[in-house]
């Protein structure tokens, strides 16, 4: 399984901006699809954004798209988030995880290495 590293989050008041980064340990990360999910206190782990092997599709949760940018640099091993116009809401344990999927699959299922995750507090 491939090692991966979130780092980035933090606490930031409403309205504020964070960019996740998440690193692999392996060169193969250039095969994997990757994701973003979230998990906030007492709910479910829920699909953020996710983007294929080589950058060039991506998928976002509806509600998220607009705010949320998720993007790749296969030459660092290394998938983002940037996160603008955060909100209280928004408040979660941030993970990404790697999927051997050919397209985004929104499904935790479909995704086989996890990171640790990265808190976000967003403060009212």
């Known amino acids: 399984q491939v090692q991966l590293v979130e780092s980035g989050g933090g606490l930031v008041q409403a309205g504020g901006s964070l960019r996740l980064s998440c690193v692999a340990s392996e060169r193969t990360f250039d095969t994997y699809s990757m994701g973003w999910f979230r998990q906030a206190p007492g709910k479910e782990r829920e699909f953020v954004a996710g983007v294929i092997w080589s950058g060039g599709g991506t998928n976002y949760t509806q509600s998220l798209k607009g705010r949320f940018t998720i993007s790749r640099d296969n030459a660092e091993n290394t998938v983002y988030l940037q996160m603008k116009s955060l909100q209280p809401d928004d408040t979660a344990v941030y993970f990404c995880?790697?999927?051997?999927?050919?397209?985004?699959?929104?499904?935790?299922?479909?995704?086989?290495?996890w990171g640790q995750g990265t808190q976000v507090t967003v403060s009212s």
């Open positions: 995880a790697a999927s051997r999927l050919l397209y985004v699959s929104q499904s935790a299922s479909s995704y086989h290495s």
